[in-house]
Each structure stands twice: as structure tokens, then as C-alpha cells.
């Protein structure tokens, strides 16, 4: 697979190439539930976020409890492990990396002293000021001989769960308030103590964080899909800037930033589940909305409507709807295929072995097709996708992204590949169309998409498509692997990212001849 953007890690350690940023928490409070097992039901519900590692913390006032391993949540946690993680209240983490090892020491929660306990952290984002953070534990603390930078963790979390620990006497509340703004780039934070759950969104509120009620307590989450699945009600959003607690007393409030809304638009898009809502807009709504803008800017002469399954299915709907050219199902998709597998042999690559898509030739053969994705980043995917219906007997293959082209790389945890590698960089659609094998493609226009959310354009975060960063980023050489001792050749180097790019879903399906150069050549 074709790495992230190196400039999305915070590699602080030399030799150290693990996984970097986090994708979905959970945090619960709830005396007399059994947390963990809720904890687990609302993880396999953000397992969208994050297929590699994953991990659940407990509490039961007195002492922390912490589990985690790498595969899928169902994977990681059995019957007789959630029995052990005891408690009232619990953080949960799964995430997501693209390079180098993903290993168990960048796994989360991560676990840090403090100067009145114990922090058990779960973060979702991509920091952009690492660099400064790490010389903050350095003037504070000297070089880690201890806790998770001593263990190998090389994350932005490792850092911010090492300033959590603060002075003796001081409790994690007011350690965190002092340190929060001083936390650059995209953050969700959900952590604890022995006593209290935390959460905490940065002021721009890049990544969506939700406050739920359950029955005896209280759930913050990614997406509202955990709380519907943990049977808690949603009651709102944690804002920009917002940082909360929640005891036996109830939930507290206070800012730590005045808040300054971008919420990425590509949640929206791509990252998000279907039935999640963001900023009071149901992403399935905004999807299907973006289908139909599509299709009254860029109509088709076709037969089908088809979605690349499964992200491009809202939209398809509403490209059909508008169009009036009938939808169906031109792909069969494996479900029970996760994101690893049996890697196939040279020869059975070579047979264009298809484990997690197939098309169906009796729905394609003869058909004028509109095909419709959430977008495009290397091209390979679509290339691999336009072969398939090719092989299935369609006449003519028109590609309909639901998206504009993406042109800049993510800082704030989205797995896009480098600049360099997105095929949209530098080539015109007609060479991305050629590129791909469509007979031709089109994307939808930004103020198309952004319409779609309902949302002011001022309030939303396009960079991946405009090149425009509301956080601001530091210099190049405050950016990427080895920040402290990287040589001049590491500016290149592919890192990770956070949340899994739109490439990922479908990258089983790609053979020897769909992974060229990706840009427009």
C-alpha cells in the first residue's frame, strides 16, 4: 500500500516507526453497568475509524486497569478479558496506521502517572506542534526513563499523556487546563483518572465528539453510532475549545479556547459512518445531497447508476434520483474480508485474484454505466474498479466523484498520500479519465459539496482540496519523522496517518497492473 503524507507523524524517536495518531474513542461513566463490555459494543461500532490496535481502560475508583493488543476490537477482547476490566467507568481506543510496525507500544489508552494518580488517555487527531511538545517534556522532565516514551511509544499521545503528569499535588484537572492551549493541530482527547472521566476537543473541532446519557451515567464518543449501539441517548455535541468532566456530581463545563470552527469536510465525504450527524447534518443526507449536486452538474447519457461500495452509495442514490437513471448493484462485496489477509503469490496476483469485490456481469454486460465514488487520491483504486466493470462487459464507463479533486495532503490525521502521489496533483480530469480507463470522469464542484453539508463555508476545513490550513502548521523541519534528528533525506520519507483514506477500503482489489504512477502519467 502506498504510504501516508510524511508529514502527518511525530516519529520523535530515531528507529522508531510505528504507528502515530489515534481514530476513535470512547469514553463511559456508569456505576453499576459493566463498562467494559459497553465500552467494547461502542468500539465495534467506531471500528471504521481504526482496524489495527485496540484497547480499553477501566476504573473502579481506586486503581486502572488497561488492556490492549493489536488486531480488530473482536479480536483483541474476548468474554474472559472484559471480565477482568472491572469498574465504573472506562476509555476505549481503536486505531489506525499505515507504515512501519504497528506495534503493541503505540497501542491506547496510554497509561502516565501524575502528580496526584494515574492517566489512562485515548486521542483521536494529528497534533501539528510535536516538536515544541517534546522539548516542553524535556525542559520539564529531562529525557523519559519511565512510562510510555520510555516503553518506545513514539505518538503525539505518548507526549501529551507525559505533560499530563503535572506537579505533586495537582490534580489531572487543573494540569490539563494548563496545558490544553498549548496543544496544536486536530485533537479529540478522552482520558481519566481513578475518580474522573475527561474529554476534551480542540478549537477548531476538526474530528466530531459527542456527549451521550445513558440510563446511570454518561457516554462520550467519535459518533453518535456508539451511543445507539451502547442504548445511550444523544444529548450534544462537545464544542470547539470545550473541555469537560464527569463525577458523581454530573458533567462540568469550562473552555480552554475560544472556539474557531473548521470541521472537516471530508468526515462528510468519506470518514464518518452513514448515520452519523455532525454539526446537526446527517452525513447520509449530505452524501446523498452531494449525489444529486453531481448529477445536475455533470449529467450522463447512461443506463445504470452503480456505487463503488460502500462509501459511494449515498451518493449513487441521489446522483440516480436526480438523474432519473435507474440505481442498482453492479458490485458483489465481501464482508468477511478484514483489512489483512493471506497476501496472494506472484502468480495468483497475476490471475487478478478478487477477494473483496467483484462485479456482476449479468447487472454490467452491455450497459452504458455510471459509476459513482466519494472521491479519488492515487487513482488506483478506480483504475482497478473501471478494469473489473471492463471485464464485465460494459460499453461505456463514466466515473462521478462525489467530491472535488484532492490536491493537498491532511496535517490533521487523514491517511492521504503525499502530494507528489495524489493523481490529481498537476494532471487536467481528461488525463485523470484516460489514467483510469473511464470514457470520462468528473468530480463534483466544492461549492456543490459544501452546499450539501448545510454548513457555512467559514466553518468547515477544505485544505485537502484548496490547499487552505486553518491551524497553522510550522516550519517543514518542525513536521514529520525523526523531528529531532532526521537528515535532510527524511523531508520524503512516506509516514502514517490517523484515519484511513478513501484508498483503503478497497485496496484488496488491486493487482500488479493498477499500481502506477499516480500522477497522471
Same mark, same amino acid.
Given at each position: 500500500?502506498?504510504?501516508?503524507?510524511?508529514?502527518?507523524?511525530?516519529?520523535?524517536?530515531?528507529?522508531?516507526?510505528?504507528?502515530?495518531?489515534?481514530?476513535?474513542?470512547?469514553?463511559? &461513566? +456508569?456505576?453499576?453497568?459493566?463498562?467494559?463490555?459497553? %465500552?467494547?459494543? #461502542?468500539?465495534?461500532? /467506531?471500528? $471504521?475509524? @481504526?482496524?489495527?490496535?485496540?484497547?480499553?481502560?477501566?476504573?473502579?475508583?481506586?486503581?486502572?486497569?488497561?488492556?490492549?493488543?493489536?488486531?480488530?476490537?473482536?479480536?483483541?477482547?474476548?468474554?474472559?478479558?472484559?471480565?477482568?476490566?472491572?469498574?465504573?467507568?472506562?476509555?476505549?481506543?481503536?486505531?489506525?496506521?499505515?507504515?512501519?510496525?504497528?506495534? &503493541? +507500544?503505540?497501542?491506547?489508552?496510554?497509561?502516565?502517572? %501524575?502528580?496526584? #494518580?494515574?492517566?489512562? /488517555?485515548? $486521542?483521536? @487527531?494529528?497534533?501539528?506542534?510535536?516538536?515544541?511538545?517534546?522539548?516542553?517534556?524535556?525542559?520539564?522532565?529531562?529525557?523519559?526513563?519511565?512510562?510510555?516514551?520510555?516503553?518506545?511509544?513514539?505518538?503525539?499521545?505518548?507526549?501529551?499523556?507525559?505533560?499530563?503528569?503535572?506537579?505533586?499535588?495537582?490534580?489531572?484537572?487543573?494540569?490539563?487546563?494548563?496545558?490544553?492551549?498549548?496543544?496544536?493541530?486536530?485533537?479529540?482527547?478522552?482520558?481519566?483518572?481513578?475518580?474522573?472521566?475527561?474529554?476534551?476537543?480542540?478549537?477548531?473541532?476538526?474530528?466530531?465528539?459527542?456527549?451521550?446519557?445513558?440510563?446511570?451515567?454518561?457516554?462520550?464518543?467519535?459518533?453518535?453510532?456508539?451511543?445507539?449501539?451502547?442504548?445511550?441517548?444523544?444529548?450534544?455535541?462537545?464544542?470547539?475549545?470545550?473541555?469537560?468532566?464527569?463525577?458523581?456530581?454530573?458533567?462540568?463545563?469550562?473552555?480552554?479556547?475560544?472556539?474557531?470552527?473548521?470541521?472537516?469536510?471530508?468526515?462528510?465525504?468519506?470518514?464518518?459512518?452513514?448515520?452519523?450527524?455532525?454539526?446537526?447534518?446527517?452525513?447520509?443526507?449530505?452524501?446523498?445531497?452531494?449525489?444529486?449536486?453531481?448529477?445536475?452538474?455533470?449529467?450522463?447519457?447512461?443506463?445504470?447508476?452503480?456505487?463503488?461500495?460502500?462509501?459511494?452509495?449515498?451518493?449513487?442514490?441521489?446522483?440516480?434520483?436526480?438523474?432519473?437513471?435507474?440505481?442498482?448493484?453492479?458490485?458483489?462485496?465481501?464482508?468477511?474480508?478484514?483489512?489483512?489477509?493471506?497476501?496472494?503469490?506472484?502468480?495468483?496476483?497475476?490471475?487478478?485474484?478478487?477477494?473483496?469485490?467483484?462485479?456482476?456481469?449479468?447487472?454490467?454486460?452491455?450497459?452504458?454505466?455510471?459509476?459513482?465514488?466519494?472521491?479519488?487520491?492515487?487513482?488506483?483504486?478506480?483504475?482497478?474498479?473501471?478494469?473489473?466493470?471492463?471485464?464485465?462487459?460494459?460499453?461505456?464507463?463514466?466515473?462521478?466523484?462525489?467530491?472535488?479533486?484532492?490536491?493537498?495532503?491532511?496535517?490533521?490525521?487523514?491517511?492521504?498520500?503525499?502530494?507528489?502521489?495524489?493523481?490529481?496533483?498537476?494532471?487536467?480530469?481528461?488525463?485523470?479519465?484516460?489514467?483510469?480507463?473511464?470514457?470520462?470522469?468528473?468530480?463534483?464542484?466544492?461549492?456543490?459539496?459544501?452546499?450539501?453539508?448545510?454548513?457555512?463555508?467559514?466553518?468547515?476545513?477544505?485544505?485537502?482540496?484548496?490547499?487552505?490550513?486553518?491551524?497553522?502548521?510550522?516550519?517543514?523541519?518542525?513536521?514529520?519523522?525523526?523531528?529531532?534528528?532526521?537528515?535532510?533525506?527524511?523531508?520524503?520519507?512516506?509516514?502514517?496517518?490517523?484515519?484511513?483514506?478513501?484508498?483503503?477500503?478497497?485496496?484488496?482489489?488491486?493487482?500488479?497492473?493498477?499500481?502506477?504512477?499516480?500522477?497522471?502519467?
Amino acid at each position: 500500500m502506498t504510504r501516508g503524507d510524511g508529514k502527518l507523524s511525530h516519529d520523535l524517536l530515531p528507529g522508531e516507526k510505528g504507528p502515530q495518531d489515534a481514530c476513535g474513542v470512547l469514553g463511559i &461513566w +456508569a456505576p453499576g453497568e459493566e463498562v467494559a463490555k459497553l %465500552t467494547y459494543y #461502542g468500539l465495534y461500532s /467506531l471500528q $471504521h475509524r @481504526g482496524q489495527e490496535s485496540a484497547g480499553i481502560a477501566t476504573s473502579d475508583g481506586k486503581r486502572i486497569s488497561v488492556y490492549k493488543d493489536m488486531g480488530l476490537v473482536s479480536q483483541v477482547f474476548d468474554e474472559s478479558t472484559l471480565n477482568t476490566l472491572t469498574g465504573h467507568m472506562a476509555v476505549g481506543h481503536c486505531r489506525y496506521s499505515t507504515t512501519g510496525s504497528s506495534n &503493541w +507500544a503505540n497501542a491506547q489508552p496510554t497509561l502516565g502517572a %501524575t502528580g496526584s #494518580g494515574t492517566v489512562a /488517555l485515548a $486521542h483521536n @487527531g494529528n497534533l501539528t506542534n510535536s516538536a515544541e511538545l517534546y522539548e516542553m517534556v524535556l525542559e520539564k522532565y529531562g529525557v523519559p526513563t519511565a512510562g510510555e516514551m520510555a516503553q518506545g511509544n513514539t505518538s503525539d499521545t505518548a507526549l501529551v499523556t507525559t505533560l499530563l503528569q503535572g506537579v505533586e499535588g495537582r490534580s489531572l484537572e487543573e494540569t490539563a487546563m494548563e496545558l490544553l492551549p498549548k496543544v496544536l493541530g486536530a485533537f479529540c482527547f478522552v482520558f481519566m483518572d481513578e475518580r474522573t472521566l475527561y474529554a476534551a476537543r480542540d478549537a477548531h473541532g476538526v474530528r466530531p465528539l459527542v456527549l451521550g446519557r445513558l440510563e446511570t451515567g454518561w457516554v462520550v464518543a467519535s459518533e453518535g453510532a456508539a451511543l445507539a449501539t451502547m442504548g445511550a441517548s444523544f444529548i450534544r455535541e462537545i464544542e470547539p475549545g470545550e473541555f469537560i468532566a464527569i463525577d458523581e456530581e454530573g458533567v462540568r463545563s469550562q473552555r480552554f479556547a475560544p472556539a474557531t470552527p473548521a470541521g472537516c469536510v471530508f468526515e462528510y465525504v468519506y470518514l464518518a459512518r452513514p448515520d452519523a450527524t455532525i454539526a446537526g447534518r446527517s452525513v447520509y443526507e449530505a452524501r446523498v445531497e452531494m449525489g444529486r449536486q453531481l448529477a445536475r452538474e455533470n449529467h450522463a447519457d447512461a443506463d445504470l447508476v452503480i456505487p463503488v461500495p460502500e462509501s459511494g452509495t449515498p451518493a449513487a442514490i441521489g446522483y440516480a434520483e436526480e438523474s432519473g437513471i435507474p440505481f442498482a448493484h453492479g458490485f458483489v462485496k465481501n464482508a468477511y474480508v478484514g483489512r489483512t489477509f493471506i497476501q496472494p503469490s506472484e502468480t495468483l496476483r497475476k490471475l487478478g485474484i478478487r477477494l473483496k469485490l467483484n462485479a456482476l456481469e449479468s447487472v454490467i454486460r452491455g450497459k452504458r454505466i455510471v459509476v459513482v465514488d466519494d472521491s479519488i487520491v492515487r487513482g488506483n483504486t478506480q483504475r482497478a474498479v473501471v478494469r473489473m466493470l471492463k471485464e464485465a462487459g460494459a460499453t461505456e464507463i463514466h466515473v462521478k466523484i462525489s467530491s472535488p479533486p484532492v490536491r493537498w495532503p491532511c496535517f490533521y490525521g487523514i491517511d492521504f498520500a503525499s502530494r507528489a502521489e495524489l493523481i490529481a496533483n498537476g494532471a487536467a480530469v481528461d488525463e485523470i479519465a484516460k489514467s483510469i480507463g473511464a470514457d470520462s470522469l468528473a468530480y463534483i464542484t466544492e461549492d456543490g459539496m459544501i452546499d450539501a453539508t448545510l454548513q457555512p463555508r467559514e466553518r468547515l476545513c477544505t485544505a485537502c482540496f484548496t490547499g487552505t490550513y486553518p491551524i497553522e502548521l510550522p516550519s517543514s523541519d518542525r513536521l514529520g519523522k525523526n523531528l529531532l534528528e532526521r537528515t535532510k533525506t527524511d523531508d520524503a520519507t512516506p509516514s502514517n496517518g490517523c484515519e484511513p483514506g478513501p484508498d483503503s477500503e478497497l485496496e484488496s482489489i488491486l493487482t500488479d497492473k493498477d499500481r502506477t504512477a499516480s500522477n497522471g502519467s
